[in-house]
Nanobody, 112 residues
Framework: EVQLVESGGGLVQPGGSLRLSCAAS????????MSWVRQAPGKGLEWVSA????????SYADSVKGRFTISRDNVKNTVYLQMNDLKPEDTAVYYC?????WGQGTQVTVSS
């Protein structure tokens, strides 16, 4: 059974940083690309970032490029999202995903 468990969210002031983690199990983690997506209050899903299976190729939405960094540890079966210079518009529930599978999400709130 595929399981994705996100953690690391919280309340942070504008300009602050958070590091999200997503622990994966139930599949061969090192064989699959992983993604982060988010959903802001009252809005649809927004793709944020993706990383290939080996970690050597990454991509980002324009809205987070230069501020967010995705990475993975194929020994720990975990994907990360380092978020710097956070803005109020980054407030959302953040999910990691693989194909049709999603975690439960972690809330990120950026507010002074």
């Amino acid at each position: 059974e595929v399981q994705l468990v996100e953690s690391g969210g919280g309340l942070v002031q504008p300009g602050g940083s958070l590091r999200l983690s997503c622990a994966a199990s139930g599949f061969t983690f090192s064989s699959y690309a992983m993604s982060w997506v988010r959903q802001a209050p009252g809005k649809g899903l927004e793709w944020v970032s993706a990383i290939n299976s080996g970690g050597g190729s990454t991509s980002y939405a324009d809205s987070v490029k230069g501020r967010f960094t995705i990475s993975r540890d194929n020994v720990k079966n975990t994907v990360y999202l380092q978020m710097n210079d956070l803005k109020p518009e980054d407030t959302a529930v953040y999910y990691c995903s693989i194909g049709v599978y999603w975690g439960q999400g972690t809330q990120v709130t950026v507010s002074s």
